[in-house]
């Protein structure tokens, strides 16, 4: 054989290898677990009640933060949606002759695209410094961020801070941070 040869067969076998470790370690991390938990033995005389299929509250209080962050950010988009539409809308309906108000229009376009790219951009930055999920909602030259109440202490504060004055025009006193429960 020659020494090209044994050196792609060298490289298949670890890339086969590789390749199996990832497969195991996807299978370790995403396989459910299903150790029995000792000293509790199923009921067999119990009987269940719950219809397949029905929704059930568990972990409820770790599901209100994540279903309040949920319902804003859809609130928000929704409100977004509207306005796009009716920019569109506008835009459709004009002639040649309304030449301002097209430009009116495009020039709100833009700011929507914008304002949505920043609070984008800012939820992205907290999350990843905070390690938590969060909501930016601006509007006009003021913002509100809405973090876990658990999250908010001074550094925490210093850094949405900082964010917010790195990716916007926005001054810091109309920077607004919100604990939610």
Known sequence: MTKLTKKRQVVM???????????????????PDTTPV??????????????????????????????YFASVRLQRDTARDEALGNIQAVMANLSDADEQVLEDANANLDQLSE????????????????????VAVMNGEAIQIVVPQSQIDETSVL??????LDNTDIKSDSIKIIGAE
């Open 13 to 31: 076998a670890v890339l086969i290898v590789a390749l199996a470790a990832a497969v195991f370690v996807n299978w370790y991390y995403t396989a």
């Open 115 to 134: 304002q949505i790219k920043q609070e984008s951009d800012i939820e992205a930055l907290v999350s990843a410094k905070l390690g938590t999920d969060c």
């Open 38 to 67: 000792s000293g509790l033995e199923p009921k067999t005389d119990a009987v269940d009640e719950t219809v397949p299929g029905e929704a059930q509250a568990v972990g409820a209080e770790e599901n209100a933060a994540e279903d």
């Open 159 to 164: 850094q949405i801070t900082e964010i917010v």
